[in-house]
């Protein structure tokens, strides 16, 4: 009998047996992806700013074009995650830590379900992240975002090298 689910690619039929990732295990997620995110809106800005001054002459981003600019920053970074949630169910840095994000019913995320998640989570990590703390708490190791969400995170079995 295994507690962890052994690849991304189908859906899982009994949810009950899987390992929830801890609160540790989460916070290095939530510190690798913050790091790689960083680096992909550093390229978005540079490529905002490089267009804008190609097209206005300007150097400084005021206005409206400021409110454009973080509006555009935002969908960078629901991009980001929509993407990795909805294609491989997994972020880089859930990749790294060995976690899976499914629906509570064991299937891949939507757009809408990633969507849902990603804006349930800024919500619930704004007072001192206590949306997160909850897995401390939870009888199922869930945060506030996975139960508002309908979603959850499940440790991937370790993959087997060729040869070793």
């Known amino acids: ?6 690849t991304a690619a189908e859906p899982l039929p009994d949810l009950t047996r899987a390992r929830i990732p801890g609160l540790l ?3 290095a997620t939530m510190l690798y992806d ?5 680096g992909v809106l550093v390229l978005a800005a540079a490529v905002f700013y490089t267009l804008f001054n190609l097209l206005t002459g ?3 981003v005021a206005g409206p074009a400021r409110l454009l600019f973080q509006v555009y ?3 960078v970074i629901a991009g980001y995650y929509v993407y990795f949630w909805t294609g491989g169910r997994q972020t880089l840095g859930m990749r790294s830590w060995r976690t899976l994000l499914l629906r509570a019913d064991g299937h891949p995320l939507t757009a809408t379900d990633a969507l849902r998640r990603l804006a349930l989570a800024a919500l619930t ?3 001192l992240g206590a949306g997160l703390l909850w897995v401390l708490f939870d009888r199922d190791g869930l945060a506030w975002y ?3 969400s309908g979603t959850r995170p499940v440790l991937a079995a ?6 070793r």
Request: hydrophobic share 45%; no cysteine.
């Open 34 to 38: 913050l790091m790689l995110l960083v």
């Open 1 to 6: 009998m295994t507690d962890t689910i052994t």
């Open 125 to 127: 990590l704004l007072p």
């Open 73 to 75: 920053l935002l969908a």
């Open 158 to 163: 370790k993959r087997k090298r060729n040869g």
């Open 146 to 148: 996975d139960r508002l």
């Open 58 to 60: 300007r150097e400084a």
């Open 25 to 27: 295990r989460r916070l």
